[in-house]
């Protein structure tokens, strides 16, 4: 069983310098292929755990492992390559607005160092299935906010990732664009892609009955 | 070969970079120009000097002359002298006759000479030391002064030693000018850079957060870096290049009119490549530093 375990978070307390306590005692498993839900009011510590999960910080007690490696025990420089396994959607977007939508998805597989033909013939894909294929040449500030989301969802898919992390992907869209968004991490899930999504909107997922965990001030409740 | 690439990606992003801030980058490749050409321009002044001075005083000889009034048998008496003197190694008689047509040959100043209607030369001796230390040369000038009929004695050398110490104090300067401004480029770099890294933060906060290593991050800065180091560096030999050969224009024109030749030395291709080198050099490092300083500055998290 532990060969198919994804995501193994144990006993994982996170302290922030200046006394503030994220997380205390989260312990969970996300299985390969699984689509989970972190929940929990805004300050919960929703953001924290993603960001433990994607190695971008560190615990303070406990371990993180992913995909077999313990992110505590990792060498600096080894944290690179384990982040090119997760596709990432950040709560502010992180988009790059001096760049256009076609460089903004490139960017991903530039980093891995793929040649140029492969990074047009990818990216061509990603916007392909976010339905921003004719956008390519546009700057992300001319987009409207559902489509800045499609936007995070193509670089995050890029480069085919094992594991999708998004924070608050539905944030700020109405429903119909919030149903659209979802429906997409349902398809990306359904190939085999691991996903684990936080969001404070509780009513969107109802619908899909999917694993919840559900986070107050920092624990993890029933 | 995927790695040979990234870095032909990152050479031509590079340059469309610069490109894209013309007037930033042609001030900047300006200002490290005329820092580097100072040194380098000095440089050669100084090679061209001391090649001249090289000339003159590679083999230092006395010479005496004697008195308007000598006759021959005091030129033959000193001329014995000389041969029985154990620090003379081998002298030369140059009679006044002799020195007139050799003045006249020489530094364009034959019309001056026919013009003045009779010799005014002295009967001389050119002689060289077996020993070339300044004592003994001095020592030697000091006795042969006090022989009967010798008018004067000269150290024919003396004003290039002094100029070749004179070189090497210049030689000293030119090191500390160069090692300052090497030091000023470096600095110069550091703020471009650092200001290029300051406008694109963003980018490269996004790219660690997935999955970019340090070298990645690092390697358009340091590529900038050196490019415009390697740019200055061109500047500044243009800048010598195009001064030294103006400068030979002129030369050429008042050594015609002195009726010698003399042309200046300009960079060679080693002081060349040493000089485009160095400023590339100085430029990947200045880069490098101020990668080095500000980058983990932008943590993720």
Redesign the interface.
């Known amino acids: 069983m532990a060969v198919s375990q994804m995501i193994s978070v144990s006993h994982v307390s996170k302290r922030y310098a200046g006394g503030y306590q994220a997380l205390q005692d989260v312990t969970f498993a996300v299985e390969s292929g699984e689509m989970v839900f972190i929940t929990g009011h805004s300050g919960a510590g929703k953001s924290t755990l993603l960001?433990l999960i994607?190695a971008?910080?560190m615990p303070t007690s406990g371990s993180v492992i992913i995909n077999g490696q313990n992110i505590s025990a990792m060498k600096p420089?080894a944290i690179?390559?384990?982040?090119?396994n997760?596709g990432?959607m950040?709560q502010d977007h992180?988009l790059?607005?001096?760049?256009s939508v076609y460089e903004n998805v490139a960017?991903?597989l530039?980093?891995?160092?793929?040649?140029?033909r492969e990074i047009a013939k990818r990216v061509r894909a990603a916007l392909d299935k976010v339905g921003l294929l004719g956008r390519e040449k546009s700057r992300p500030i001319t987009l409207s906010g559902g489509e800045q989301q499609r936007l995070c969802i193509a670089?995050a898919i890029v480069n085919r990732p094992a594991i999708l992390l998004a924070d608050e992907p539905t944030g700020n869209l109405d429903t119909a664009y919030a149903e659209e968004i979802i429906g997409m991490f349902e398809a990306f899930n359904q190939v085999g892609v691991t996903v684990v999504i936080a969001t404070h909107d509780e009513s969107m997922i109802e619908r899909l009955g999917p694993r919840i965990l559900h986070l107050d001030h920092g624990r993890l409740g029933p | 070969m995927?790695?040979l690439?990234?870095h032909f990606?990152t050479l031509r992003e590079s340059l469309l970079r610069l490109a894209q801030q013309p007037f930033a980058t042609l001030l900047n490749i300006l200002v490290i120009g005329i820092a580097m050409s100072l040194p380098a321009g000095f440089y050669i002044g100084l090679n061209n000097v001391q090649t001249f001075s090289r000339q003159l005083s590679s083999d230092p000889q006395i010479s005496l002359f004697m008195t308007m009034d000598a006759s021959a048998a005091d030129v033959a008496g000193v001329e014995q002298r000389l041969r029985d003197h154990a620090e003379v190694d081998r002298f030369e008689f140059v009679s006044r006759d002799r020195a007139l047509e050799r003045l006249k040959r020489s530094a364009g100043l034959a019309d001056v000479l026919s013009d003045l209607g009779r010799n005014p030369l002295p009967d001389a001796f050119v002689l060289t030391a077996r020993n070339n230390d300044p004592a003994t040369l001095e020592s030697l000038r000091a006795e042969a002064g006090r022989w009967a009929k010798v008018e004067h004695v000269q150290l024919d050398a003396e004003w290039a030693r002094r100029l070749d110490a004179a070189l090497g104090v210049g030689r000293l300067l030119v090191s500390l000018l160069g090692a300052l401004l090497a030091m000023a480029l470096v600095a110069i770099t550091f703020n471009t850079i650092r200001l290029q890294i300051l406008t694109r933060r963003?980018?490269i906060?996004?790219?660690?957060?997935?999955?970019?290593?340090?070298p990645?991050i690092r390697r358009p800065f340091l590529y900038l870096g050196t490019l415009q180091g390697l740019a200055g560096g061109i500047a500044a030999w243009l800048i010598v290049t195009v001064a030294g050969m103006a400068l030979n224009l002129q030369l050429t024109e008042l050594a015609t009119l002195y009726g010698t030749s003399f042309a200046l030395e300009t960079l060679s291709s080693r002081d060349s490549s040493i000089l485009l080198g160095l400023a590339a050099a100085m430029g990947w490092l200045g880069s490098w530093l101020s990668v080095s300083r500000h980058l983990w500055q932008i943590e993720?998290?």
């Open positions: 960001k994607a971008i910080e420089g690179p390559f384990l982040r090119r997760f990432l950040f992180k790059l607005f001096d760049r960017l991903p530039a980093i891995t160092g793929f040649p140029r670089r | 995927n790695w690439l990234g990606d963003d980018e906060e996004v790219s660690k957060l997935i999955g970019a290593t340090n990645f993720p998290g």
